[in-house]
């Protein structure tokens, strides 16, 4: 899953496409760090047509505001009780709760909060808490993004191409995304993403069927493996998935193992979780309800691990086996997180693209852990991945 997504982490579609014929496009910007955003539009090449350097995408700059609006819809199209709406407000709602929870985790440290608005349709809210007591770095975002979208971005992300060449696409994108990075070696690292994802039928093709999808996933990224702390964690994404359907836990586990695989180490991000992308082949209001009880997951899934383990005792060489598995986050967001990437090559806004990365890390040439250390049975389980439960 190393191509790259046209949209995903905190960026901007280019505002014009360079074909033949350009359509007008209204460009997206978010405050996402999360893989695939947009998850069936695959590749910056499509169907022989070839995007321009992106040196030469014009982008589309967010505006900042001095607080957040009751909604980032226009309410006299998008209705509260639509699944636009519910999603927007699950999502602000998770993220105060996330954002209470740590920061009476850390016990002094507060969130500074950005807010910000697109032309285009829509804004986002970016917090970030930067060295506190517990946490080196907690950033939780929400983007609720909307406008057009280019004509063969549609048809990529449809399932079969799609021969027809219809106009510009009216879509809506929403999502919630945090990563979490605690001081303490023994403390553990999370990420985790929910996104919802429409178009409308374009213009010129009257009746074409609404389009719609839900992303997302939660996942533990330890430096030391305690086994009834992955065990708890996993316990409670395979609850969250059991009351839904009991094939999601393995799946989207699985799923999620694949899926943050540092390709040129041979070796996982971290201990799993899960993950779901393209997911629109259950019900509406079923999928809306799953990545609700997914997103508040979180805080039970973690918080209590946080409070068993920040105040660990620790040595010198526990903080830098901590510092060297930050090094694979690093390498992982940067080389293979789609979203990552492509912010950074079309000149997003660089604080929200880069907010998933630790305030530091560690690179040791030819490091090898002493075989059947603490160090090393971590690294065998992000090179073997286990079934926890």
């Known amino acids: 899953m190393s191509s790259t997504s046209l949209i995903s982490s905190p960026l901007s579609l280019p505002t014009k496409t360079h074909f033949q014929n350009p359509p007008q496009i209204i460009p997206i910007s978010n405050a996402f760090s999360s893989p695939n955003f947009f998850p069936k539009i695959q590749s910056l090449s499509i169907h022989n047509h070839k995007l321009p350097p992106i040196s030469a995408m014009a982008i589309e700059k967010e505006t900042p505001e001095t607080e957040a609006p009751p909604t980032f819809l226009r309410e006299d199209s998008n209705p509260s009780d639509s699944v636009r709406g519910r999603f927007e407000k699950m999502i602000r709602e998770v993220q105060n709760k996330v954002c209470e929870a740590i920061e009476a985790a850390d016990g002094g440290g507060k969130f500074k909060e950005d807010v910000w608005s697109r032309p285009g349709g829509g804004g986002g809210i970016s917090r970030v808490l930067q060295d506190g007591a517990v946490w080196e770095k907690a950033g939780v975002n929400v983007s609720v993004v909307y406008g057009v979208m280019p004509p063969d971005a549609y048809r990529a992300a449809k399932a079969d191409g799609g021969s027809h060449k219809p106009g510009p696409i009216p879509f809506f994108a929403a999502g919630i995304s945090s990563v979490l990075h605690p ?154 997180d789609r979203g990552t990437t492509f912010g950074l090559k079309t000149g997003g806004r660089i604080e929200s693209i880069l907010v998933s990365l630790p305030l530091t890390a560690r690179w040791e040439y030819d490091h090898k852990p002493e075989e059947g250390s603490e160090e090393w049975k971590l690294l065998d389980a992000c090179m073997n991945p286990k079934e926890w439960l």
């Not at 586990?253 to 779901?276: N, S, V």
Request: with cysteine.
């Open 183 to 336: 001081k303490n070696p023994f403390a553990p690292t999370l990420h985790f993403n929910y996104r919802y994802f429409e178009t409308d039928a374009p213009k010129d093709a009257p009746g074409a069927p609404r389009q719609w999808w839900f992303g997302g996933g939660t996942d533990f990224t330890p430096a030391y493996i305690f086994e009834e702390d992955v065990r708890h964690f996993h316990q409670v994404q395979k609850d969250a998935c059991d009351k839904f359907d009991p094939s999601f836990y393995p799946r989207f586990k699985k799923w999620c193992d694949d899926y943050f695989y540092i390709k040129h180490r041979g070796e996982r991000r971290g201990l799993g979780g899960i993950f779901f992308d393209d997911l629109n082949d259950y019900d509406q209001e079923m999928l809306l309800s799953f990545a609700t009880e997914c997103a508040n997951s979180v805080i039970p899934a973690y918080i209590p691990v946080i409070e068993k383990r920040k105040d660990t005792p620790f040595t010198e060489a526990n903080k830098e086996w901590q510092q060297l598995r930050r090094g694979r986050y690093v390498e992982f967001n940067l080389v293979y």
